[in-house]
């Protein structure tokens, strides 16, 4: 009874003090904000601010800056995505250099492993290393713009900051470049895909996994190394990304005489993970040099996406395979691995991971292989990959370059000396020429195609070099006057020889087909219309499987035939059919590829949605249908038989948007107890959301999740090239990353609905458009108190 009266006394005075730690955060965090004005005019004298600059912010809490100085103009973008995004800023940093444990204790000791043994920081420091002055000054300037702020604001600067009472530290060159990194390696996957397609082949054999891909022959032949499969599958531990559809993008460009205006068109969204805050900071930049607005990132100076005074464009990933594995030869030390007969050592790096909440930081012993860093060391396998982004340049600078352009050619020529990312780049400018030019710079292969893990022995099937630039697909100004990427093989729109084709994952074709189809249409063509199009739900998959379909649902009947079969395709929250149709293609994959996993030993079915639709069109072989675990032969009706009698039994009233949902989760919200106290606070969401993974309004989800949206529009942009001012731009949430900002999350109904923002350009519409002004002044920073009014 003592025991727990004592028990019961303690949980009181935790929770007090729990209660009175979040109060007092509460109000430290409310007197943070108060010193972030979103309303009337401020000026701040700022220590390091190379010269003065004006800010002036619209409704939505974007900020338009101008400055005679083009080092101010870095300056002020750095204090600025310090000011409204630092925490995101933080995690991406610590994230990237593999230090996530100095703050979050062991529970992020695998993550900072992964990043170290990827080398993301010390390809950063390489790429430091390889800037020019300028690049270097406009880093600098862009980094003593978030010291300012860290300066100016302290732990105050984000209220996670001060809840996990970390001091932040200076921000460095190195930072932004890792963050540049990260971004690349979040858009790769390259690496998963082949290690899968490994698994597949050691599992199934080659016949099956061969039919099971579309190769060829010979493309069989070349591409399949004289190599044992690998023998492991993914782990836990290991940096080997999982494959994981869903990162892309839509973009288009219309020539001036599809558009009503006269003028060409630009659109354009990416599709990236759900984040809270977004991943894109809305911006508009004026010096005597550059003049951008458009989307920017939170860590690194520069616009991605928008427009200059004389070009607009967009950027969707080219899927390119830019990521190779290699099965290595280790001598019984493990130190030496045998190459072309000969053993040559490995390069040994030891780092320490600094933990929190423990005495002694945990080594971490890195090797290096003449392919690049080790990713799978285990007794009977060791793995080593090569990666496009630890090669060459960082693309910052590229960026950078590219918001100084004022043609569609000066835009393709800024990424001319890039390796890594590659990306579709379209492109509009004011003299009406449209441009699409895939940039980047494919892997030289002497052997294979980067398919399947390679012998890391034999320098035959070692990269080589990097084919230039102007070896990749590109087109200006064509007779249909229009431009289109949907992430689909661009070497299906021209007649390109075998040599000039790189090995890619690309997107199924549906998104690109929808796309084309409406483009080409039309010749009234407004922003208005690109941003429907940008909102369109029809399913063209959908279609396909269901005209497949048609002869078996009327001829075994029931409630969800008869429901499929009267649907109209679109993936709409309100219709019952789109979940229907969804759980109809899970249920057909298992039943046609989950026997062969379960018996084989892969993870989970190796037929998702396109090889369904490739075996009911006759691209796979019939005896997919049959279950190997049973006596029986089954047949494509006996399965679907089975199936459609599933669905009969559910809640036919249940409609899509009940269970398509997207949630955007502050990063504390996974911590135990902070993160239902103070991240769930911060989520904002459930929302319904329509769409799917195929879709132009794409919402993806994933197998291992069912509808759970993971994948969304990080943003969408549209613009009439010249008509500047009447520019759209929408981001997910909102601007601020301060949960107690009305910037927060002020633009969710706008882009749940696809709505429209307007993002002001020219002097007279930003000032019109103006709620609040602040400007930075050159000086010490005892001169005046920070956020004075005048």
Not at 154 to 182: F, K, T
Request: proline share 6%; glycine share 10%; charged share 25%.
């Amino acid at each position: 009874m003592i025991r727990r009266v004592w028990f019961l006394m303690l949980a009181c005075v935790v929770a007090l003090l729990v209660v009175g730690v979040l109060g007092l955060a509460h109000l430290r965090v409310r007197a943070a904000a108060s010193r972030l004005p979103e309303r009337g005019s401020y000026v701040d004298t700022v220590p390091g601010c190379p010269a003065r600059a004006e800010i002036l912010f619209d409704g939505r809490g974007i900020p338009h800056v101008k400055t005679d100085s083009e080092a101010a103009l870095w300056f002020s973008q750095g204090y600025l995505h310090a000011r409204d995004r630092f925490f995101q800023m933080e995690i991406a940093r610590r994230l990237a250099a593999g230090r996530q444990a100095e703050v979050f204790g062991e529970v992020a000791l695998d993550s900072d492993r992964k990043m170290r043994m990827l080398r993301i920081a010390a390809s950063a420091r390489r790429q430091a290393a390889m800037l020019t002055a300028g690049e270097r000054r406009e880093l600098e300037a862009y980094a003593a713009g978030v010291n300012s702020a860290i300066s100016r604001f302290g732990s105050w600067i984000a209220p996670e900051i001060w809840l996990l009472g970390v001091e932040p530290q200076p921000w460095r060159i190195e930072d932004s470049l890792g963050v540049g990194l990260l971004m690349q390696l979040d858009l790769s996957w390259a690496m998963g895909e082949e290690l899968q397609r490994a698994l597949e082949l050691a599992h199934l054999g080659r016949d099956r996994a061969v039919e099971l891909w579309g190769w060829s022959p010979r493309q069989a032949r070349a591409w399949i190394p004289p190599v044992d499969g690998v023998k492991h599958p993914f782990g836990d531990h290991e940096p080997i990304t999982a494959p994981r559809g869903g990162v892309g993008a839509n973009c288009w460009v219309l020539a001036p005489e599809r558009c009503v205006s006269g003028r060409p068109l630009l659109a354009n969204d990416s599709h990236l993970g759900v984040r809270m805050p977004g991943t894109f900071y809305a911006i508009h930049l004026h010096g005597p040099q550059t003049h951008v607005a458009g989307a920017s990132i939170a860590g690194f100076p520069g616009v991605v996406i928008g427009h200059t005074e004389g070009v607009a464009w967009g950027l969707t990933l080219s899927m390119l395979d830019d990521q190779d594995l290699f099965l290595l030869s280790l001598d019984d030390s493990g130190g030496r691995e045998l190459v072309d007969g000969r053993w040559q050592p490995l390069r040994t790096v030891i780092e320490n991971i600094e933990v929190r909440w423990q005495p002694d930081p945990v080594l971490v012993k890195i090797r290096l292989s003449e392919h690049g860093p080790l990713v799978r060391e285990q007794r009977d396998e060791s793995i080593a990959l090569a990666w496009a982004a630890l090669h060459g340049p960082s693309f910052l600078p590229a960026i950078l370059r590219t918001d100084r352009a004022n043609t569609v050619e000066e835009a393709a020529a800024a990424w001319e000396h890039v390796i890594s990312p590659s990306m579709n780049l379209l492109a509009a400018d004011t003299d009406g020429h449209i441009l699409h030019q895939v940039v980047g710079r494919a892997p030289e292969r002497a052997r294979g195609a980067g398919r399947l893990p390679a012998p890391g022995g034999d320098s035959r099937w070692a990269w080589t070099g990097f084919r230039p630039m102007s070896a990749n697909p590109r087109r200006l100004d064509p007779k249909d006057g229009f431009l289109a990427s949907a992430n689909h093989d661009v070497f299906g729109e021209g007649n390109y020889p075998e040599r000039d084709r790189f090995p890619a994952d690309f997107a199924p074709p549906w998104r690109y087909r929808r796309i084309q189809s409406a483009l080409k249409a039309r010749t009234d063509w407004t922003i208005d219309s690109c941003v429907d199009l940008q909102g369109d739900v029809l399913s063209g998959r959908a279609i396909a499987v269901l005209k497949q379909l048609r002869p078996d649902f009327e001829a075994l009947g029931g409630p969800a035939a008869e429901e499929l079969m009267a649907w109209d395709a679109r993936m709409t929250v309100d219709s019952n059919a789109a979940l229907l149709f969804s759980r109809l293609m899970i249920e057909l994959g298992q039943a046609i590829g989950g026997d062969e996993a379960a018996r084989d030993g892969l993870s989970q079915s190796p037929i998702g949605p396109e090889e369904v639709l490739l075996l009911l069109a006759g691209g796979l072989h019939e005896r997919w249908w049959d279950d190997v675990r049973t006596a029986e032969v089954e047949s494509q009706r006996m399965i679907l038989d089975r199936i459609l009698e599933q669905l009969d039994a559910l809640d036919q009233g249940e409609q899509w948007g009940e269970v398509h949902q997207v949630v955007f989760e502050h990063p504390l919200a996974w911590i135990p107890r902070v993160g239902r106290l103070m991240g769930g606070s911060w989520n904002r969401g459930p929302f319904p959301v329509a769409g799917d993974n195929v879709t132009v309004n794409a919402q993806y989800w994933s197998r291992s999740r069912p509808f759970a949206v993971t994948t969304i529009p990080a943003m969408r942009f549209v613009t009439d090239v010249g008509n500047w001012d009447e520019t759209v731009l929408v981001l997910p949430v909102g601007e601020s990353g301060r949960p107690w900002s009305s910037h927060y999350s002020d633009q969710i109904q706008t882009w749940l609905q696809v709505g429209e923002w307007r993002f002001p350009f020219s002097d007279e519409a930003v000032e019109a458009a103006a709620v609040a002004r602040l400007e930075l002044v050159p000086g010490n920073a005892r001169d005046m108190p920070p956020g004075e009014s005048r």
